[in-house]
């Protein structure tokens, strides 16, 4: 029988039964679902979620001949589908490899990107070429696996290409531990990733410093949600490595400021103050990649700048600090959707015109959160909504210079920030 271009050819009248595991790389989920779509009619499925449980189960190896071959006696299948999305993009090669009930690889075909038409359409026809001749050299049924023909089918495909049956690529299920070297395939990390948009922020300063007379006076500034641009950096450098010990190696940086802020005084003072914030900060990290979880720590710098007009309430602020972190990501649906948590210490060892205004001893710890909810496409698209959260303790002391906001001795305050972010922006 002739279907799509391809002769199909049965044994028996019984329809073979065959499982398509997942396939690595940026992707690969996209893959798989064109793979299904292929074989679709022409096999019986069984369900990948029971060829992961049974893995796990029996510490099945499924890049090892036995491994596949417990799989299939534990299924009762007939053939093992498995593979790799090479590259990104429309340049992306899709590899498709089938196994027999022994276990062993039967043949193998390359074809085109998934997520472009033409790219679908050539992994379709290569996973139904793939299943007409491992039929050909391994016909289904419960029998023991017949020695393999050499005559090919008379199939042609246009842009599909035949791969050598040495070295298939190796897969890995979701629920298998396995050693660190196995769990990441090459090609699966961007090695550059930029974001950009823009969002709400809100700061908030309460500050309480000494008086000449033993008491204290309040200074505070409460801005209001006010429109904030930012954007994203992160650079991956041996993101296309086979190892995740050299993928786990991150450069990120951060920044964003503020538009249309002022202040109003209040209380006696009168008039306004034009305001600007701005910050920025880089750092370097470790995010080991652990199947869909990656984990690690970050270390940098950075600076968070409030200027404000001169005035007999607030003096302008720059915290120049160190910090140290830590961050959990986590892969929810493959090349589309994941979220990843932040936590950090920030050491400033500056603070800008507040040492003058309220003592040249005055000292701060801050503290930082962020939530990242986002993905990315095959294409490279890549989109995010962010939440930041930012304080900073302060304690006042030291000697004052002469300056408009002048207050202290002594004194405390905290100075904290919150920040609703909508990002997009690319990947490579």
């Not at 120049?320 to 950090?344: K, M, N, P, Q, S």
Request: charged share 20%; aromatic share 10%.
């Amino acid at each position: 029988m002739m279907l799509g271009g391809v002769l199909l050819r049965t044994a028996d009248a019984q329809q073979p039964k065959a499982v398509v595991l997942d396939f690595a790389g940026a992707g690969g989920s996209t893959a798989r679902v064109q793979v299904l779509r292929g074989l679709r009619g022409r096999v019986a499925f069984a369900k990948k979620a029971d060829a992961e449980r049974i893995a796990a189960s029996q510490s099945l190896e499924l890049q090892t001949d036995e491994g596949r071959e417990a799989l299939c006696e534990a299924l009762d299948a007939d053939y093992v589908f498995w593979g790799r999305v090479n590259g990104r993009g429309p340049s992306a090669r899709t590899e498709i490899w089938v196994a027999g009930r022994s276990g062993a690889q039967l043949t193998g075909y390359e074809a085109g990107a998934p997520g472009t038409v033409e790219g679908n359409e050539l992994i379709q026809q290569a996973a139904r070429a793939a299943l007409t001749e491992g039929m050909a050299l391994s016909p289904p049924g419960g029998a023991a696996e017949k020695k393999r023909k050499t005559a090919k089918t008379n199939t042609t495909l246009h842009n599909v290409t035949e791969l050598p049956r040495s070295a298939p690529p190796t897969y890995t299920p979701a629920t298998k531990q396995e050693t660190p070297e196995k769990r990441s395939a090459p090609g699966e990390m961007p090695v550059f990733q930029i974001l950009v948009g823009g969002g709400v922020r809100l700061l908030d300063i309460d500050f309480n410093v000494g008086t000449t007379s033993g008491g204290t006076d309040y200074r505070g500034f409460d801005s209001g949600a006010f429109f904030d641009v930012g954007g994203r950096l992160l650079i991956r450098p041996m993101g296309r490595s086979d190892s995740p010990a050299r993928q786990a190696f991150v450069i990120e940086g951060d920044g964003g400021a503020g538009i249309g802020l002022d202040a109003a005084f209040q209380e006696g003072v009168g008039g306004s103050a034009d305001v600007k914030t701005w910050r920025a900060s880089g750092q370097l990290g470790y995010l080991y990649p652990i199947k869909r979880l990656q984990v690690g720590g970050l270390v940098g710098a950075g600076l968070d700048d409030f200027n404000i007009d001169s005035n007999s309430v607030l003096p302008s602020r720059r915290y120049v600090y160190l910090r140290i972190g830590a961050a959990v990501a986590y892969t929810i649906l493959e090349d589309f959707l994941g979220f990843r948590v932040d936590g950090g210490f920030r050491w400033p060892f500056a603070l800008g015109d507040l040492d003058d205004a309220f003592g040249n001893n005055s000292s701060a710890v801050g503290f930082d959160a962020a939530a990242t909810l986002g993905g990315q496409l095959d294409i490279g698209f890549t989109y995010g909504f962010r939440y930041i959260w930012e304080r900073y303790k302060l304690d006042f002391a030291g000697a004052t210079q002469n300056v408009p906001a002048m207050g202290g001795p002594g004194g405390d305050g905290t100075d904290q920030a919150m920040t609703f972010q909508l990002l997009f922006g690319w990947s490579i």
